[in-house]
């Protein structure tokens, strides 16, 4: 069955920066987009960015202006989002999961990773 586990989160000062990680397995990792979405307490879960198969990348400006990075390393069954400038607002869990903004193949998610910005 698809599995999504994510690490790399945690307490972290405004300014500074994280990667996370999500490894998946239980589908063809090469065949889908993924992306990363974040949840905040009380507010509905977001996409945050989205990389294609062949690791076209694209952003939510809205939300992260430019300040994540997404890629991928396929050998790995891997997903990476590097965060910088990080604001007390990107306080979050993140998740990851195959897909799109309007393309959700898989109903199942991982169990995050927090990300606490705070001074």
């Known amino acids: 069955q698809v599995q999504l586990v994510e690490s790399g989160g945690g307490l972290v000062q405004p300014g500074g920066s994280l990667r996370l990680s999500c490894a998946a397995s239980?589908?063809?990792?090469?065949?889908?987009?993924m992306s990363w979405y974040r949840q905040a307490p009380g507010k509905e879960r977001e996409l945050v960015a989205t990389?294609?198969?062949?690791?076209?990348?694209?952003k939510d400006p809205d939300a992260v202006n430019g300040r994540f990075t997404i890629s991928r390393d396929n050998a790995k069954n891997t997903v990476y989002l590097q965060m910088t400038s990080l604001k007390p607002e990107d306080t979050a869990v993140y998740y990851c999961?195959?897909?799109?903004?309007?393309?959700?193949?898989?109903?199942?998610w991982g169990q995050g990773t927090q990300v606490t910005v705070s001074s």
């Open positions: 999961n195959a897909g799109t903004r309007t393309y959700h193949p898989f109903d199942s």
């Open positions: 239980g589908f063809t990792f090469t065949a889908y987009p």
């Open positions: 990389i294609t198969s062949t690791s076209g990348s694209t």
